[in-house]
T-cell receptor, first 113, second 113 residues
Framework: GAVVSQHPSRVICKSGTSVKIECRSLDFQATTMFWYRQFPKQSLMLMATSNEGSKATYEQGVEKDKFLINHASLTLSTLTVTSAHPEDSSFYIC?????????FGPGTRLTVL | GENVEQHPSTLSVQEGDSAVIKCTYSDSASNYFPWYKQELGKRPQLIIDIRSNVGEKKDQRIAVTLNKTAKHFSLHITETQPEDSAVYFCAASIRGGSYIPTFGRGTSLIVHP
């Protein structure tokens, strides 16, 4: 199946700093990528839909100025958590759509101290 | 928008028993229903999917059934093994167009040896 990578896999940062997470589709072009947030023992919460070359579409309740999404190419989307706070600590997962299937990245565990 | 309900939230079975997870959806336009398996700290992985023009699909020990009239679909795992222990998510979406799946809340399956 198609491969989606995510980097970094784990990051620990101080409160107030910004963190950038990269999501890459390695062997296919993804016009659409999705960013999810997952709390322990909970489902995937869609944060935003990222379309190559255009602005991301954010879900209700997700602050677009805090979670900056850039989809600069057909194989790369980035999520930047700006001025991170402890409540932003979570597991962030991206996915890329290839045909009708959706392929997930391995996730990034963000811990904000 | 689409609303997907998933039950049970936790399912505990003995090795060799069958496990059934049920989901209901609200949008009759949904026509694609994937199931994902997520092991702790790892990415969700597609294990089986079904489209609305099919009532049942089977892949070895895993099967999915779909009742369009009642708007519900189920995952069946037979002869469960300890390695089947994971969180399972159902999803519903409309194939084509924006194709943004809506996920169920997840079922934590525990298979006791």
């Amino acid at each position: 199946g198609a491969v989606v990578s995510q980097h970094p896999s784990r990051v620990i940062c101080k409160s107030g700093t910004s963190v950038k997470i990269e999501c890459r589709s390695l062997d296919f072009q993804a016009t659409t990528m999705f960013w999810y947030r997952q709390f322990p023992k909970q489902s995937l919460m869609l944060m935003a839909t990222s379309n190559e070359g255009s602005k991301a579409t954010y879900e209700q309740g997700v602050e677009k100025d805090k979670f900056l999404i850039n989809h600069a190419s057909l194989t790369l989307s980035t999520l930047t958590v700006t001025s991170a706070h402890p409540e932003d600590s979570s597991f962030y997962i991206c996915s890329a759509r290839g045909g009708r299937e959706q392929f997930f990245g391995p996730g990034t565990r963000l811990t904000v101290l | 928008g689409e609303n997907v309900e998933q039950h049970p939230s936790t399912l505990s079975v003995q090795e060799g028993d069958s496990a059934v997870i049920k989901c209901t959806y609200s949008d009759s336009a949904s026509n694609y229903f994937p199931w994902y398996k997520q092991e702790l700290g790892k990415r969700p992985q597609l294990i089986i999917d079904i489209r609305s023009n099919v009532g049942e699909k089977k892949d070895q020990r895993i099967a999915v059934t779909l009742n369009k009239t009642a708007k519900h679909f189920s995952l069946h795992i037979t002869e469960t093994q300890p390695e089947d222990s994971a969180v399972y998510f159902c999803a519903a979406s409309i194939r084509g167009g924006s194709y943004i799946p809506t996920f169920g809340r997840g079922t934590s399956l525990i298979v006791h040896p």
